[in-house]
């Protein structure tokens, strides 16, 4: 165990960016896909400023936080990195929504009209000449502990989304349980298909799913984004 560790912290950012990068390149011409279909969002929470320093040099731009006030800390801090992207991934509670708006690029969690109005609130109040682009979060197996919107309850969100004229809907994001690959391909499947029911890829191109153990699962069932930490940066604490 503890060689392995050590043979670990020898892998430099740059060099488990570079693997993640082939891996999505194999697994999309692997089910004939363009492989710059797929974009890459390295979840970088808990990383300190520094290791983002060094994916950036190593050619990475987008980076994905799960908290509003570590968001705000790490896009002040890197400020002088030219087209550093931020996406929100984590559970946005609505006395967070005007960090998320001020700072975000992308916002992947979205599960409720009532955020979605406030997030569309605070982006006005914000001046941002574009409107913010969103993803809707669903939670196709009902799971209690996450968050995102039951496949039923989705339709009515789409359209509240749609409502608010600062926001701009892109697409659908989901986080499967932790039960294996037959698992999450069930789960990816479910969330192509309710795109294909709410207007298909015209509407909705993005399809944000598939993390470091099931990306080419996920890339397989059409993922345009997929996000990964592990991967990218190590287990945590490294």
């Known amino acids: 165990m503890a060689r392995e560790a050590a043979a670990d912290d020898r892998v430099s950012i740059g060099q488990r960016l570079a693997h993640v990068r082939e891996r999505i390149e194999r697994a999309a011409e ?7 279909g797929v974009r890459l969002v390295a979840i970088s929470k808990t990383q300190p400023p520094e290791r983002i320093r060094e994916a950036y040099v190593a ?9 509003a006030q570590e968001l705000a800390s790490k896009a002040e801090a890197l400020a002088d990195m030219s087209g550093l992207e931020w996406h929100f991934v984590g559970h946005l509670q609505t006395n967070k929504a005007k960090i998320v708006a001020k700072y975000a690029h992308v916002v992947h969690s979205l599960d409720s009209a009532v ?15 574009r409107p913010l682009p969103v993803l809707v979060e669903v939670n196709v197996e009902g799971e209690p502990q996450k968050g ?10 789409l359209a509240a989304v749609r409502a608010e004229s600062t926001l701009q809907l892109r697409g659908l994001m989901t986080v499967p349980p932790a039960e294996g690959l037959a698992v999450a391909r069930r789960v990816f499947e479910a969330v192509l298909t309710l795109r294909n029911l709410h207007g298909g890829a015209a509407l909705m191109p993005e399809l944000s799913f598939g993390m470091t153990a099931d990306l080419e699962v996920a890339i397989a069932c059409g993922a345009t984004i997929v996000r990964v930490g592990v991967g990218v940066f190590g287990p945590r604490g490294r």
């Open 30 to 36: 692997a089910c004939g896909r363009d492989p710059t």
């Open 59 to 67: 050619g990475q731009r987008a980076f994905g936080e799960n908290y």
């Open 115 to 129: 955020l979605g109005r406030e997030l569309g609130k605070r982006v006005a109040r914000e001046g941002r000449t």
């Open 148 to 157: 995102g919107v039951a496949p039923g309850e989705l339709a009515e969100l």
